[in-house]
């Protein structure tokens, strides 16, 4: 793609890529019906495709072609859409709008949406093991650990012991990193990892990069769901507050939560600025994700 | 090991080792404590450890060390744990008691068993990607497969949906070969893919006895939830005519599932034969799982 595409262009462009690679992994393959229109409902429902765009805007950084990083930005889509079924459910959020539409259990069932979260996780695996790795185990070992009890999982278990109790910033911070923040870094690393070998300087930077952008994208979130309405957000707002759990905005205003949003956008463009203009996708994404309204 | 030794020796040592293991893969590594104890529950509760026995003993057929092996027998034991987990789940089977304690989301709730869950089956694949593999992506492809769509969760999924309608015995027989068959079949050929390499003709021999053997053990299952009491299982008995599943012995009779039984069992035994010596272990596998009465 031409390089002085805006980045509105160029993120439709490749959300849209996202969206075609997984339809794909989602093609009828001798799957139950019920649980892969359920799988299907999940997956292909619209969504920003945040992480596939980091995942791609990461591999052009390390100079890989879109299609080379296709099963990292799938992989790290469907854990994703995976964690939305499963954090929905009844025992969970307790939640019946998802991208303004029924949730995946309301549409099919609880029973069903716990097995289409469970094989979508399995097939993440799957898609990304088919892919094109130079270091196979590694990065399946990545995704793994991001998606597991000291990443994502382990986040939403600290996010469930913490509901109804008032967090510490440090403790908030923590749980953000595990909950969103390790996906997030797991879908840069990948996408980094499709292209030229990274030093370990390069590697810590880029890092540091995914975590600033990751815990802007949560607070962004905590200011939303405060400000923001359903309509725009797809999802119901204010469900924090009925929650009681502890968010930047419960803790910090959001004044303040708006400026820690702005010093870690400073933050994530600081770091990219070793890699000059080949972190342009990724400088415009952490502009994005931090200025957005929904 | 000594060759010479006695089955229950050997499968009592080699269960031994995988708890070993999975103690091991368990460790306390910044993991929430109580996503941490409520995944330990799940996984070091006893249970036969089938899938590892199959594992090492496919290991040893292909001339590979056990410790070689580890890596694979783990990684399909934190599936079948994670996937117990969740299958007790109220929305699902609603179980209370599993080997003889509480079920899981009983003695850690709902949410934290679902996160549990969620977190073995990440485990499983970070496991086994930092084994010892000869064909990495291959090998992850395979557990994935397995434990999706096409797999384990697509079996749960037919299991699902037929509960409460009578079943032809092709479609209790395809639903089975996903929901127990293919974690059976992927614990062999992991095993297997540890030690030498295979022809096409070894792989597929090995793989229709491990077909059978799955379906072996699933028609036991049926016959043991009529015959066997909760003391001797470690679970309720009688629940699949409670919950009006279709079963091997409400199709076929007990007499008849027995004949079934004992004809898989010489299937199996008919596959190994060309291995000789080297398949002892896995041939008193199938023997000791059509003999079972827990």
């Avoid at 949730?103 to 979260?117: D, N, S, Y």
Wanted: aromatic share 4%.
């Amino acid at each position: 793609m031409n390089p002085d595409v805006a980045f509105p262009v160029w993120s439709g462009e490749r959300a849209q890529r996202a969206a075609v690679v997984l339809d794909c992994c989602l093609a009828p393959a001798e799957r139950p019906p019920a649980l892969h229109e359920a799988m299907r409902y999940a997956v292909l429902g619209g969504g920003k495709r945040v992480r596939a765009l980091m995942a791609y805007a990461a591999g052009e950084l390390a100079g890989a072609d879109p299609e080379v990083v296709d099963a990292a930005a799938a992989a790290v889509e469907l854990i994703h859409a995976y964690s939305l079924v499963h954090d929905d459910l009844p025992c969970m959020d307790d939640d019946v709008l998802r991208r303004g539409r029924p949730t995946c259990h309301v549409a099919f069932g609880e029973a069903m949406a716990l097995l289409a979260g469970d094989a979508l996780q399995s097939l993440a695996f799957e898609v990304l093991a088919g892919g094109r790795l130079h270091d196979a185990p590694a990065q399946l070992a990545l995704l793994a650990q991001a998606a597991g009890a000291r990443g994502m999982a382990g986040g939403q278990a600290l996010d469930l012991e913490s509901t109804g109790t008032t967090l510490a910033l440090s403790d908030l911070e923590r749980m953000h990193q595990l909950k969103t923040g390790a996906l997030i870094r797991a879908a840069i690393r990948l996408g980094a990892a499709c292209g030229r070998p990274m030093s370990v300087d390069e590697n810590a930077a880029l890092d540091r990069c995914a975590a600033a952008m990751g815990l802007a994208f949560q607070v962004v979130d905590d200011i939303l769901d405060v400000e923001g309405d359903a309509r725009n957000l797809g999802k119901s707002a204010g469900k924090d507050a009925a929650q009681r759990k502890s968010t930047y905005v419960s803790l910090l205003g959001v004044s303040a939560a708006r400026e820690r949003v702005e010093q870690l956008r400073t933050q994530a463009r600081a770091e990219l600025a070793r890699f000059g203009i080949s972190a342009r996708r990724l400088g415009e994404i952490a502009d994005w994700l931090t200025t957005r309204s929904s």
